[in-house]
C-alpha cells in the first residue's frame, strides 16, 4: 500500500489543527466553567444565591462556590449603612396649620433573605412608611410643639417604622428631620411674637437694672449715714472723755495748797484778760462795784473752784 505524501503545506497545518482543536475548546470550557463557579464577596456584602429560581443560601464577604449553569446570585445585598433622603412633604399640625417638612433616614440591612424576598423595594418601602409616619406625628402636635420637641418627633418615627421593617430585613437606625417650615403668613407672626418677646425682656431686664441701681444708691446713702451717725457718737464720746479727764485734773490740781494759789493766780489772770478783750471791743465796759479789786475777783473764782470741788467729791 503506498500513500501520497506530496501535500502542500496548508494541509498538513489544518490536518495538525484538527488534532489540537479538540483540547483548547476542553481548556476554554473548564475555564469558563470555574469562572462561573468562583465567587469573590466583597466585605460587608451578601449574594444571595438560588437554584432553579429557589433560595438556597446566602455567602459573606471571603471566597464562594456556586455550580455552574444550575445556581445563580440572584441578589447583592450591602450591610453599610445607608442613608435615604426623604422628600418635602405636607403636613396638617394638631391646629391646623400646614407644614413642609423633609428629613434623613439612616437604615441597615440585618437579614438579607427578608431584604430580597420580604418586599420588592426596601429603599423604597422605608421611605413612604417615613413620610406617612412623620405627618401622623405632627398630627399630634401643634405649631409650638413641632419646634420644641423634634427630638420626640425623630424617635416617635424610628420605633413606628422598625415596627414594621422587622419583616422586610431592615432596621433603621435613625431618623432626622431636616426642615420644618410653616407657611409665610404664620413666620411672619412668630417673628412679630418673637419681637415683642425680646423687647419685652429687655425692658423687664432695664427695669431690674434700674431697680438693683436704686437699692444700691439708698443702701449707701444707707451706710453714709451710718457711718457718719457712729463718727458724731465716736467725737461726742472722746469729747466728753476729753472733758471729763480735764475736769479731773483740775480738780486733782486745785486739791492741795499750791494747786489752789496756782489757780488762784490763773483765775485772776483770766479775768484780767477779759475785761482788757472787752475795753479792745467796746467803748462802755459794766463792771460789778467791787470789779477793780483783785481780791474780790480771786474770792469770785475760788468760789467757783470750791462749787467745783465739792461737785467733784460727790
Known sequence: MEFNLNLNRSEIMDFLLSFVSVPLFLVGLVAII??????FVPQQHIYVVERFGQYVRSMEGGL?????????????RTLKEEAIEIPGQAAITKDN???????????????????????????Y?????????????????????????????NTNVVSAINE??????????????KDINPPASV????????????????????????????????QGDKESKILKAQGEAEKITIEA????????????????????????????????RVRQNLAKETNTVILPDSAGDPNSIVASAMSVIEAVKSTQGS
Open 34 to 39: 470555574i469562572s462561573k463557579a468562583i465567587k
Open 64 to 76: 464562594g462556590f456556586v455550580v455552574p449553569f444550575i445556581e445563580r446570585v440572584a441578589y447583592d
Open 125 to 153: 418601602t422605608v421611605e413612604q412608611l417615613a413620610q406617612t409616619t412623620m405627618r401622623a406625628e405632627l398630627g399630634k402636635m401643634k405649631l409650638d410643639q413641632t419646634f420644641r420637641e423634634r427630638e420626640t418627633i
Open 187 to 218: 413666620k411672619d407672626a412668630m417673628e412679630k411674637e418673637m419681637t415683642a418677646e425680646r423687647e419685652k425682656r429687655a425692658t423687664i431686664l432695664e427695669s431690674e437694672a434700674e431697680k438693683e441701681s436704686a437699692i444700691n444708691v439708698a
Open 241 to 272: 472723755d476729753a472733758k471729763a479727764k480735764a475736769i479731773k485734773t483740775v480738780g486733782d490740781a486745785v486739791s492741795s495748797p499750791e494747786g489752789m494759789q496756782a489757780a488762784r493766780i490763773e483765775l485772776a489772770n483770766e479775768a484780767i
Open 164 to 177: 414594621a421593617s422587622e419583616a422586610w430585613g431592615v432596621q433603621v437606625l435613625r431618623y432626622e428631620a
Open 97 to 123: 396649620i400646614e407644614l413642609q417638612v423633609d428629613g434623613v433616614l439612616y437604615i441597615k440591612v440585618i437579614d438579607a433573605k427578608k431584604a430580597c424576598y420580604g418586599v420588592e423595594n426596601y429603599r
